[in-house]
């Protein structure tokens, strides 16, 4: 069977997207599953230069904070170091220079922050570093560079999971009341003292054994299909990174080919 994607539903809102895929195994869903998590890569803040902090969170506090903010990433502008021309030295093309600076009483916002590069900022200007009280002030140099989620969760672009498809169906369910009291997921409805499905719930929720142990007229069977859920953290957009994650797979099978024929025989 040729390997064929559905887009079930998309919250652009939150970065969420789920897909279902036919025609694949666990093993490549998994495969992807992990260079999603562990190899895809994405700006964050390695080095920081704190140059004035009289605030109350220690030096050590604000660095964790700011290194851990996502920072929107481009990566066909940025290489990891040690692919970098420079070798690693420290250039344009592997570093983004940001620089905080405040010292108005009152919260800075990572929206303050400003950065060698328009287009690589923090993903959630909203998000809080610090609070000032008056005569308190900040002044922060940082360096970001690219780096994995297998180093580091500060560089992992997201979360991503997958199941197999339920199909779920209603026989002759004996206490529907009960059912539909303990779906807190919206999956089970009680009209006119009957049990309904809701469709659109069946696929986000996690409940469905739950219900076949509480009456035996409700089934519930697994397809070979895959429902795979990602959402960004908000560096990358969905589709980048699931094509990066592609294309790293390609290069992986790619480079064991050539080891393969290489090898003495």
């Known amino acids: 069977m040729a390997l064929k ?9 939150n970065n969420k997207i789920v897909l279902l895929l036919k025609g694949i195994s666990d093993v490549y869903a998994n ?3 992990r260079l999603i998590i562990e190899e895809v890569p994405t700006l964050a803040v390695e080095d920081l230069e704190i140059k004035d902090n009289n605030s109350a969170l220690y030096d050590e506090m604000l660095a964790l904070r700011l290194g851990l903010i996502p920072i929107k990433t481009d990566l066909k502008s940025y290489n990891l170091k040690a692919n970098c021309k420079c070798g690693g030295e420290g250039c344009a093309q592997c570093e983004l220079k940001i620089s905080l600076k405040s010292s108005k009483k009152g919260y800075v916002y990572a929206g303050e922050a400003q950065s060698s590069d328009p287009n690589c900022t923090f993903v959630q200007e909203e998000m809080l570093v610090v609070k000032l009280l008056s005569k308190q002030k900040i002044q922060v140099n940082m360096t970001a560079v690219l780096g994995q989620g297998k180093d580091h969760a500060k560089w992992s672009p997201g979360w991503a999971f997958y199941k197999h498809e339920p199909v779920v169906k209603l026989g002759k369910v004996k206490n529907p009341e009960l059912i539909a009291k303990k779906s807190t997921d919206g ?16 696929y986000d929720s996690l409940l469905l054994d739950y219900y076949t142990e509480l009456d035996e007229g409700v089934v519930v069977d697994y397809t070979d299909n895959i429902i795979f859920t990602l959402e960004s953290w908000g560096q990358l957009k969905n589709k980048e990174i699931l094509i990066k994650s592609t294309e790293m797979l390609l290069e992986k099978i790619e480079s064991l080919e050539k080891q393969i024929s290489n090898s003495p025989d």
């Open 5 to 13: 994607i559905e887009k079930i539903r998309e919250d652009k809102k």
């Open 31 to 33: 495969t992807i599953r």
């Open 187 to 202: 999956v089970f409805v009680l009209k006119d003292k009957k049990l309904e499905l809701v469709e659109d719930k069946v």
